[in-house]
């Protein structure tokens, strides 16, 4: 038998280890390069995700150790500014933190959390990130604040919104709290016990709700979208007789007026005026069917959700093909018309209804970054929302275009904005408010002309508390700003007690326009 030479086997092993290693990296580098070659088939989804992963991986490295960027508000004055020891500086905490967000593990809803790419990204050398410059107006957002936090409500909220190009002038909602008292309950919680900033936010009375994501119902705001259908009908002179406290025929159900008002005959403009649910609910019944009422719900975008770059809004329509209560199909029917069933929306959605009919029909997707900025040249490109830096460009994912919605035509906007003219005037008759006429709200010798649609929506079965709305737009002949107002859980029963709170502020907005 020959004998094995122990030297010359443990280098054979050693050189098969070494020949097995090159031809793993070879495999590996035929992996990568031959794809770009054209020689080696691969899935492109495993390329996709490669290069996914180490584009969050570059990014990662890039956002650690970065203090966030600054806040500012569109006239340049700083609203939130992020320091070393990464605490927020507010301008005003209960103001903006409801609205702007903070950093923090909650709060995906709110605009910082959704912009923390932006405002933790910075390149090797500068380790500050990239500043925001909000649409918001300082001065307007704190005066919202004040307003809406005062007077009846378990919680309120309040937009601006500029009638053209639907960016956010202002937006503050009640209750509302202070971000380092938070982080200091936070920090006081027991170990064990820990529930996190969502669940502390919505523990206790006040509920801290991000009220974009918790929609209550319209009432009769909602009748700017049944009237878009009458009016696209040519339904507008069909007369309706108003008794004041039944709709009959459609099953064991009643319809109500506020406070039980009969109004007679009535055509499209003086049932909008006189706000009546009798003509609405028939309407709706006797003309539109449900196919209509589901139909103009979906062209104004009520009934699912809009991603915008300051959060989420959500909305609710129950489909009435397919109805939440088969029992009564009828009457969900009927009820829709005017602003009940199964309709849910938020602040800044009625917002948004009022100013599609203030555009002439064209209802915009509302935005609150106006651009983003960083140390070493980036701009921002308002029509492709793309950096640029010399030649070199960088999409934003998102939030690449701020589209708009044609939500109806020229003629039936001004025929509703016509009616929320008169309406106007109805309620201010009724209130007889200083600082307003019958020709508008007035500051500084200057007097603009209102449009505005009020609702109520009962939330107990006696009606002693309430769900009460205001949307409106001005000037009326030449819209240039929409105000929309929610107070829920109120005593009162007419919605028209919110014009209170749009006075204030159109007489900011006339003195610094």
Same mark, same amino acid.
């Given at each position: 038998?020959?004998?094995?030479?122990?030297?010359?086997?443990?280098?054979?092993?050693?050189?098969?280890?070494?020949?097995?290693?090159?031809?793993?990296?070879?495999?590996?580098?035929?992996?990568?390069?031959?794809?770009?070659?054209?020689?080696?088939?691969?899935?492109?989804?495993?390329?996709?995700?490669?290069?996914?992963?180490?584009?969050?991986?570059?990014?990662?490295?890039?956002?650690?150790?970065?203090?966030?960027?600054?806040?500012?508000?569109?006239?340049?004055?700083?609203?939130?500014?992020?320091?070393?020891?990464?605490?927020?500086?507010?301008?005003?905490?209960?103001?903006?933190?409801?609205?702007?967000?903070?950093?923090?593990?909650?709060?995906?809803?709110?605009?910082?959390?959704?912009?923390?790419?932006?405002?933790?990204?910075?390149?090797? $050398?500068?380790?500050?990130?990239?500043?925001?410059?909000?649409?918001?107006?300082?001065?307007?957002?704190?005066?919202?604040?004040?307003?809406?936090?005062?007077?009846?409500?378990?919680?309120?909220?309040?937009?601006?919104?500029?009638?053209?190009?639907?960016?956010?002038?202002?937006?503050?909602?009640?209750?509302?709290?202070?971000?380092?008292?938070?982080?200091?309950?936070?920090? $006081?919680?027991?170990?064990?016990?820990?529930?996190?900033?969502?669940?502390?936010?919505?523990?206790?009375?006040?509920?801290?709700?991000?009220?974009?994501?918790?929609?209550?119902?319209?009432?009769?705001?909602?009748?700017?979208?049944?009237?878009?259908?009458?009016?696209?009908?040519?339904?507008?002179?069909?007369?309706?007789?108003?008794?004041?406290?039944?709709?009959?025929?459609?099953? $064991?159900?009643?319809?109500?007026?506020?406070?039980?008002?009969?109004?007679?005959?009535?055509?499209?403009?003086?049932?909008?005026?006189?706000?009546?649910?009798?003509?609405?609910?028939?309407?709706?019944? *006797?003309?539109?069917?449900?196919?209509?009422?589901?139909?103009?719900?979906?062209?104004?975008?009520?009934?699912?959700?809009?991603?915008?770059?300051?959060?989420?809004?959500?909305?609710?329509?129950?489909?009435?093909?397919?109805?939440?209560?088969?029992?009564?199909?009828?009457?969900?029917?009927?009820?829709?018309?005017?602003?009940?069933?199964?309709?849910?929306?938020?602040?800044?959605?009625?917002?948004?209804?009022?100013?599609?009919?203030?555009? *002439?029909?064209?209802?915009?997707?509302?935005?609150?970054?106006?651009?983003?900025?960083?140390?070493?040249?980036?701009?921002?490109?308002?029509?492709?929302?793309?950096?640029?830096?010399? *030649?070199?460009?960088?999409?934003?994912?998102?939030?690449?275009?701020?589209?708009?919605?044609?939500?109806?035509?020229?003629?039936?906007?001004?025929?509703?904005?016509?009616?929320?003219?008169?309406?106007?005037?109805?309620?201010?008759?009724? &209130?007889?408010?200083?600082?307003?006429?019958?020709?508008?709200?007035?500051?500084?010798?200057?007097?603009?002309?209102?449009?505005?649609?009020?609702?109520?929506?009962?939330?107990?079965?006696?009606?002693?508390?309430?769900?009460?709305?205001?949307?409106?737009?001005?000037?009326?002949?030449?819209?240039?700003?929409?105000?929309?107002?929610?107070?829920?859980?109120?005593?009162?029963?007419?919605?028209?007690?919110?014009?209170?709170?749009?006075?204030?502020?159109?007489?900011? &907005?006339?003195?610094?326009?």
């Amino acid at each position: 038998m020959k004998k094995v030479d122990v030297k010359e086997s443990v280098f054979a092993r050693r050189f098969r280890r070494l020949f097995a290693g090159c031809m793993a990296v070879a495999s590996a580098m035929c992996v990568l390069i031959f794809p770009v070659s054209g020689y080696l088939p691969l899935d492109e989804d495993v390329v996709d995700r490669a290069e996914e992963k180490k584009k969050d991986e570059i990014e990662a490295l890039q956002m650690e150790g970065t203090i966030p960027g600054d806040i500012y508000d569109r006239n340049g004055e700083m609203l939130i500014s992020c320091t070393d020891d990464g605490e927020n500086w507010y301008r005003d905490d209960s103001a903006y933190t409801m609205t702007v967000g903070f950093l923090e593990e909650a709060g995906s809803g709110y605009l910082m959390k959704r912009m923390s790419s932006d405002l933790l990204y910075a390149d090797q $050398e500068n380790k500050k990130g990239r500043s925001l410059v909000l649409t918001l107006d300082a001065g307007l957002q704190e005066l919202l604040w004040r307003q809406i936090s005062q007077g009846e409500g378990e919680r309120g909220s309040i937009a601006v919104l500029d009638a053209v190009t639907g960016e956010i002038l202002g937006l503050a909602y009640a209750p509302s709290f202070s971000v380092s008292e938070l982080r200091t309950a936070v920090s $006081e919680q027991d170990e064990e016990e820990k529930t996190g900033w969502e669940e502390l936010m919505l523990d206790g009375q006040q509920k801290l709700l991000f009220q974009l994501q918790n929609p209550t119902r319209p009432g009769s705001i909602y009748k700017i979208v049944t009237g878009i259908g009458i009016l696209e009908n040519g339904l507008e002179n069909v007369r309706i007789n108003d008794g004041g406290s039944s709709v009959d025929n459609y099953g $064991e159900f009643e319809v109500n007026n506020n406070m039980e008002n009969a109004y007679g005959a009535l055509n499209f403009h003086d049932a909008f005026v006189y706000s009546s649910n009798i003509y609405f609910a028939r309407m709706a019944y *006797d003309y539109l069917g449900w196919n209509e009422m589901e139909e103009l719900a979906q062209r104004c975008h009520i009934g699912g959700r809009i991603s915008c770059d300051f959060g989420l809004l959500y909305s609710t329509f129950e489909s009435g093909v397919q109805p939440y209560d088969m029992s009564r199909p009828n009457e969900m029917l009927a009820r829709t018309g005017y602003g009940y069933a199964d309709l849910q929306m938020n602040v800044v959605q009625a917002a948004m209804l009022a100013q599609g009919i203030a555009n *002439d029909g064209v209802m915009c997707r509302p935005y609150m970054v106006e651009s983003v900025h960083e140390t070493d040249g980036y701009l921002v490109d308002k029509d492709t929302w793309e950096y640029r830096l010399g *030649d070199e460009v960088e999409s934003r994912s998102g939030y690449d275009t701020r589209e708009k919605y044609q939500i109806t035509d020229v003629q039936t906007a001004d025929a509703i904005g016509d009616a929320m003219e008169a309406a106007y005037r109805n309620v201010q008759a009724t &209130l007889g408010l200083s600082g307003t006429s019958q020709e508008g709200i007035s500051a500084d010798g200057e007097i603009w002309s209102v449009a505005l649609k009020t609702g109520t929506a009962d939330l107990t079965e006696n009606g002693t508390e309430n769900n009460l709305w205001i949307v409106s737009y001005a000037p009326a002949d030449q819209p240039r700003y929409v105000v929309a107002v929610n107070r829920y859980w109120v005593d009162s029963q007419h919605g028209a007690d919110l014009f209170r709170d749009l006075v204030p502020v159109y007489e900011y &907005l006339i003195r610094n326009s």
